[in-house]
T-cell receptor, first 112, second 115 residues
Framework: GENVGLHLPTLSVQEGDNSIINCAYS??????FIWYKQESGKGPQFIID?????DKRQGQRVTVLLNKTVKHLSLQIAATQPGDSAVYFC???????????FGKGTTLSVSS | DGGITQSPKYLFRKEGQNVTLSCEQN?????MYWYRQDPGQGLRLIYY???????QKGDIAEGYSVSREKKESFPLTVTSAQKNPTAFYLC??????????????FGEGSRLTVL
C-alpha cells in the first residue's frame, strides 16, 4: 500500500538556525504533497504544499523541495523560532487523488 | 468564522459501548475525512466522503461507521467491534477540484478514552 515516512522522529535546533525536515514517499504516481504542523492536543495546520509538476515552492520562512527521482520531500524552515516547536507531518495524495496519506511525523524542538 | 467543529473534545466510554463523534463544517467543502492518531504516530485514514450520501473506507475502517446525510456533517461512530478505540480522532474537509483533493482543513480533534 501507500506509505509516507520521515527519516528522523526528532530534530533539535537552536533558535535562529535553519531547520530541514525530510520525508520519503513510496508512490511515484502521487501528484500532490503537503506539510502540516501539529501542536500538542490540536489539529494539524497547513504549512505549504506542492504539486508534482514543481520541484520547489517558497512561503514565508518555509520552503518545500520535491525530488521525484528519489521520491523525497523536504521542508526547510529559515531562522527557526521557539514557536516553531511542534510535530511536522508530510502527506501525499493517495493513488486515486481523493485523500491524503500521512507519514509518522518529526518532532522539532527549538531551544533559545 | 468558517471552520471545522468537532465535539465532544474529550469523551470517556466503557468498553463495549458505541460512541458517535460529531464533525460539522461551514466551509462549503465537498469532501470530509476522519483520521485516527495514536501517541507518537501519524494520522491514519478511517473513512472519507467526497459527496453527500457516498463514502469510502480508508486504511483502518474496521470497527467504525460513518454517514453523510448532509454536506456539512460527517459523524463517526466507533463501534464495540473496534478492538482498540482509545485514540485522538481528527476530522477534516477539503475542496475537490477535478476529482482530486487539495489542502485538508482540520478540526481540533476529539480524544476518546475507553475505560
Amino acid at each position: 500500500g501507500e506509505n509516507v515516512g520521515l527519516h528522523l522522529p526528532t530534530l533539535s535546533v537552536q533558535e535562529g538556525d535553519n531547520s530541514i525536515i525530510n520525508c520519503a514517499y513510496s508512490n511515484s504516481a502521487s501528484d500532490y504533497f503537503i506539510w502540516y504542523k501539529q501542536e500538542s492536543g490540536k489539529g494539524p495546520q497547513f504549512i505549504i504544499d506542492i504539486r508534482s509538476n514543481m520541484d520547489k515552492r517558497q512561503g514565508q520562512r518555509v520552503t518545500v523541495l520535491l525530488n521525484k527521482t528519489v521520491k523525497h520531500l523536504s521542508l526547510q524552515i529559515a531562522a527557526t523560532q521557539p514557536g516553531d516547536s511542534a510535530v511536522y507531518f508530510c502527506a501525499e495524495s493517495n493513488q486515486a487523488g481523493t485523500a491524503l496519506i500521512f507519514g509518522k511525523g518529526t518532532t522539532l524542538s527549538v531551544s533559545s | 468564522d468558517g471552520g471545522i467543529t468537532q465535539s465532544p473534545k474529550y469523551l470517556f466510554r466503557k468498553e463495549g459501548q458505541n460512541v458517535t463523534l460529531s464533525c460539522e463544517q461551514n466551509l462549503n467543502h465537498d469532501a470530509m475525512y476522519w483520521y485516527r492518531q495514536d501517541p507518537g504516530q501519524g494520522l491514519r485514514l478511517i473513512y472519507y466522503s467526497q459527496i453527500v450520501n457516498d463514502f469510502q473506507k480508508g486504511d483502518i475502517a474496521e470497527g467504525y461507521s460513518v454517514s453523510r446525510e448532509k454536506k456539512e456533517s460527517f459523524p463517526l461512530t466507533v463501534t464495540s467491534a473496534q478492538k482498540n478505540p482509545t485514540a485522538f480522532y481528527l476530522c477534516a474537509s477539503s475542496r475537490i477540484a477535478g476529482g482530486n483533493t487539495g489542502e485538508l482543513f482540520f478540526g481540533e480533534g476529539s480524544r476518546l478514552t475507553v475505560l
